[in-house]
């Protein structure tokens, strides 16, 4: 069965600091990789999507960037935090067909103080 | 692009009832998603609709998805509290899948 895996689960990070959080799906092969984030325990704001290796789409120019070096392996990273950059973010995966569900990881909370 | 808008934006029930949370799009929805987040935590998939009409029912929830595609239901039967929680809808989105603002669900005994 195909499992998800994000880390860390929580984290503070002073304004300024770089940021690297990583998800790796494991049990299927050449999945489409999500990065969302969520404020205020809401709404979910896509972030950046891949369909492939080395392909990134990123949907709100923002402080963040995102890389695919493996197969299903999906990075979020930033040079230099800012403040509004705390939320939650959550990965996500699903298989490259049409309308198929995604399915997400536990997510990582991250305060920048 | 594509918006999706859920109503209401929170609901509280006494433990028992039965409730209703709507999903709206500016667009034709081409696959439509039900899903399920505790406080602090990812989110569980409940239930996708594709046709227009289509009904589907896990345990105690019903969504439905209406003839024209723009508008799905979520339905609770008999709530209890282990309902509580925020319910999402996604919709298709060529690669992508957006999401509506999200309901917050309570249950009280």
């Known amino acids: 069965s195909q499992t998800i895996h994000q880390w860390p689960a929580t984290l503070v990070q002073p304004v300024g600091s770089p940021l690297s959080l990583e998800c790796t799906v494991e049990g299927t092969s050449n999945p489409n990789l999500y990065w969302y984030r969520q404020a205020a325990g809401r709404g979910l704001q896509l972030l950046f999507y891949s369909v492939g290796i080395g392909q990134i789409s990123s949907e709100v120019p923002q402080n963040l960037s995102a890389s695919r070096p493996q197969d299903r392996q999906f990075i979020l990273s930033s040079k230099k935090l800012l403040l509004s950059d705390s939320g939650f973010y959550l990965c996500?995966?699903?298989?490259?067909?049409?309308?198929?569900?995604?399915?997400f990881g536990n997510g990582t909370r991250l305060t920048v103080t | 692009s594509q918006e999706l808008e859920q109503s209401p934006q929170s609901l509280i029930v006494q433990e028992g009832k039965n409730l209703t949370i709507n999903c709206t799009s500016s667009?034709?929805?081409?696959?439509l998603y039900w899903y399920k987040q505790k406080y602090g935590e990812g989110l569980i998939f409940l239930m996708m609709l594709q046709k227009g009409g289509e009904e589907k029912s896990h345990e105690k929830i019903t969504a439905k998805l209406d003839e024209k595609k723009q508008q799905s239901s979520l339905h609770i039967t008999a709530s209890q509290p282990s309902h509580a929680g925020i319910y999402l809808c996604g919709a298709d989105n060529t690669d992508k899948l957006i999401f509506g603002t999200g309901t917050r669900l309570q249950v009280f005994p």
């Open positions: 996500a995966w699903r298989i490259r067909v049409n309308s198929s569900p995604l399915h």
């Open positions: 667009k034709t929805l081409y696959g």
